[in-house]
């Protein structure tokens, strides 16, 4: 099915340890994006993408990075995980620079839990 | 900068009850107005849009009016039933800015 998936679903990470969370778009959608979602705060965005080989900053880009070697992935890395990243992230796509009037396309989420 | 306001939840409803969630923003510009839908376990989802002003956005028996004059987005649902369980934000977008920004969410729980 078309759609936006992330893998994995569920982590669990001690303190200091690094991962990555892949992001695959199968729509060739322009943008892509990844967002944390926590109790009480809604969605707030990390990093975008606004094509291939491209990357930006979000609101709460701190302790992470991300690469958008292909179009139709988007990696979020944590280097070095403090318990602050537990959180839920969803990455999603869209198709032009207006993709915001016709609507994300997101993925279902990794839960993200940080000991 | 942009921001939205949203009803405070949780709200539980009797199945076939009126529903309204209130939605308020703050936009520098003039921006396109969201409100998407997240059930148990799954990302969100569009639920419907509005890009101007008095613009009525309606799906599967949801309806939100973008109010210019009052900066609102209220969503209303004339009779909810144990499917619409989920929880709902409102967003905005303005023209050349990438990022949508959220509200809290509204979590919603019908009972039968």
């Known amino acids: 099915n078309a759609g936006v998936t992330q893998t994995p679903k569920f982590r669990v990470l001690k303190t200091g340890q690094s991962m990555t969370l892949l992001c695959a778009q199968d729509m060739n959608h322009e943008y892509m994006y990844w967002y944390r979602q926590d109790p009480g705060m809604g969605l707030r965005l990390i990093h975008y993408?606004?094509?291939?080989?491209?990357?930006a900053k979000g609101e709460v880009p701190d302790g992470y990075n991300v690469s958008r070697l292909k179009k139709q992935n988007f990696l979020l890395g944590l280097e070095s995980a403090a318990p602050s990243q537990t959180s839920v992230y969803f990455c999603?796509?869209?198709?032009?620079?207006?993709?915001?009037?016709?609507?994300?396309?997101f993925g279902s989420g990794t839960r993200l839990t940080v000991v | 900068g942009n921001s939205v306001t949203q009803m405070e939840g949780p709200v539980t409803l009797s199945e076939e009850a009126f529903l309204t969630i209130n939605c308020t923003y703050t936009a520098t510009g003039y921006p396109s107005l969201f409100w998407y839908v997240q059930y148990p376990g799954e990302g969100l989802q569009l639920l419907l849009k509005?890009?101007?002003?008095?613009d009525k956005g309606s799906n599967k028996g949801f309806e939100a009016t973008y109010r210019k004059e009052t900066t609102s987005f209220h969503l209303e649902k004339g009779s909810v039933q144990v499917s619409d369980s989920a929880v709902y934000f409102c967003a905005l977008k303005d023209f050349g800015n990438e990022k949508l920004t959220f509200g809290t969410g509204t979590r919603l729980t019908i009972i039968p």
């Open positions: 993408s606004v094509g291939e080989g491209t990357t």
């Open positions: 509005a890009t101007k002003a008095d």
């Open positions: 999603a796509s869209s198709q032009t620079r207006l993709g915001g009037d016709y609507g994300y396309t």
